[in-house]
């Protein structure tokens, strides 16, 4: 029927009842090279997943994370080049603040918002950003969705290409995207990786937050408890207005 199939030939040279011949074997392994194919999507999969815990685990800030992860998905997802992005809270535009690959120029200069009121906006990572969902885009040069990168991403020979939104503190926070040599690239299993990675993040980064909170608490009353054992004169009440604790210059002064 026209479609293109992928072969494997063998060919041998014999001489026979004096004739010289050439045999030739054609072997159709086009379902041997789509089980590989899925058996190596498998295997980056488990891959980026096993990484992606080890760095929740072991990143301690959020541009150790980003960084990380961008990493990950490029070394072991196959991806070309990765990276990710925060949102001015007044302008929208969205400004990168990791990346990893290959054609990392592709940057440079580029124009990404969170607003849907502009076209910067209303691209893969716009809507990730906003709608906290994978946004896969499976022929780039063709998609309507990128027409506003056709031009800078035929220079760099992107195909594909997958944005995911991060939320923190229960809005939206970041947006991971990465871009691919090939059409489709971005399967199906992989786009549920990424949400996964996506929530995985996010809660990372609430840790993050409530870290820095403790962290901050307990300053405070470290700060207290010094100023309380000076030589002044204090005393904490309770809610009814009662003294519940002095300090020993109040006892020294009464």
């Known amino acids: 029927d026209g479609t293109p199939i992928d072969v494997e030939t063998t060919s041998n040279y014999i001489v026979f009842n004096g004739r010289e011949m050439d045999f ?32 929740l685990l072991q990143c ?11 990493q990950i998905v490029v070394a072991d997802g196959g991806a070309a080049l990765g990276w990710v992005g925060t949102a001015d809270a007044e302008s929208g535009v ?3 603040q990791a990346s990893f690959g290959e054609g990392r120029e592709y940057l440079d200069g580029i124009k990404v918002s969170s607003r849907p ?4 906006g209303r691209g893969p990572s716009g809507m990730a950003f906003r709608e906290g969902r994978p946004i896969a885009v499976q022929d780039f040069l ?21 944005s995911i939104g991060i939320r923190r503190g229960g809005g939206s ?6 871009y691919h040599y090939e059409v489709h690239a971005f399967t199906d299993p992989i786009v549920e990786l990424l949400a996964e ?13 409530l870290e ?3 962290n901050q608490a307990e300053a405070r009353l470290r700060v207290a408890a010094k100023v309380f054992d000076s030589d002044e004169a204090m005393f904490v009440l309770d809610a009814g207005r009662h003294i519940v604790k002095v300090n020993e210059g109040f006892t020294r002064a009464t």
Request: hydrophobic content about 45%; charged content about 30%.
């Open 94 to 96: 969205i400004r990168v």
């Open 60 to 70: 301690r800030t959020e541009a150790e994370l980003f960084a990380r992860i961008c």
């Open 117 to 120: 009121d502009v076209p910067e």
């Open 212 to 214: 820095e909170q403790r």
């Open 173 to 178: 926070y970041a947006v991971f995207s990465f």
């Open 197 to 209: 990675m996506a929530r995985n993040i996010g809660h990372a980064l609430d840790r993050f937050d």
């Open 142 to 162: 063709a998609d309507p969705l990128t027409a506003a990168w056709w031009e800078r991403a035929e220079r760099f020979g992107w195909k594909a290409s997958a």
């Open 24 to 55: 030739s074997f054609i072997k159709d392994v086009t379902q041997l090279k789509e089980r590989a194919r899925k058996n190596r999507f498998l295997t980056q999969i488990y891959s980026i997943l096993f990484h992606t815990n080890q760095a």
